[in-house]
């Protein structure tokens, strides 16, 4: 998975940073953004290869990333929603717009790249 390009978006910078530093650990390429206008923006410049993101973000919210990436970016790019509001209705909500899975904050190092590594080969495989 070595040079797989990640975009992280997340709000809270030491949370971002450490993740940054746990993914590129592994040989991931790390874009870290900070609100949902920049990821929007982003995306029309260059697609990464999945996509990790906090539910509760400035301007543009996970789920409404999922919905967006979905319906108008590209239906299978692996999206993975993070968040420390992990109640049932956020859960599901997020699925049925096409998430490809949830986290719960706190976030393990290993069930994080273990998750990353399953979307990737997931849809590498279809």
């Known amino acids: ?20 530093f746990w993914l590129e650990k592994e040989g991931y390429e790390v874009n870290v ?5 920049e990821v929007k923006e982003s995306l ?6 999945i996509i990790i993101s906090d539910i509760m973000m400035p301007y543009f919210s996970g789920i409404e990333l999922v919905d967006h990436v979905r319906n108008e970016v590209n239906s299978k ?11 049932d209705e956020n859960i599901l909500n997020a699925f ?6 949830f986290l719960s904050k706190p976030i393990s190092p290993s069930e994080l790249l ?4 399953r979307a990737l080969n997931t849809v590498s495989k279809t």
Do not use: F
Not at 33 to 37: H, P, Q
Not at 77 to 86: D, N, R, T
Not at 114 to 117: A, F, Y
């Open 114 to 117: 273990v998750r990353v590594s």
């Open 33 to 37: 953004l900070e609100n949902g206008l």
């Open 1 to 20: 998975m070595k040079g797989r390009k990640i975009l992280l978006a997340e709000d809270d910078q030491m949370l971002a940073s450490l993740l940054q």
């Open 44 to 49: 029309k410049q260059a697609l990464p290869d």
């Open 96 to 101: 049925e717009l096409g998430a490809t899975d």
């Open 77 to 87: 790019l692996p999206i993975i929603l993070i968040s420390s509001a992990s109640n």
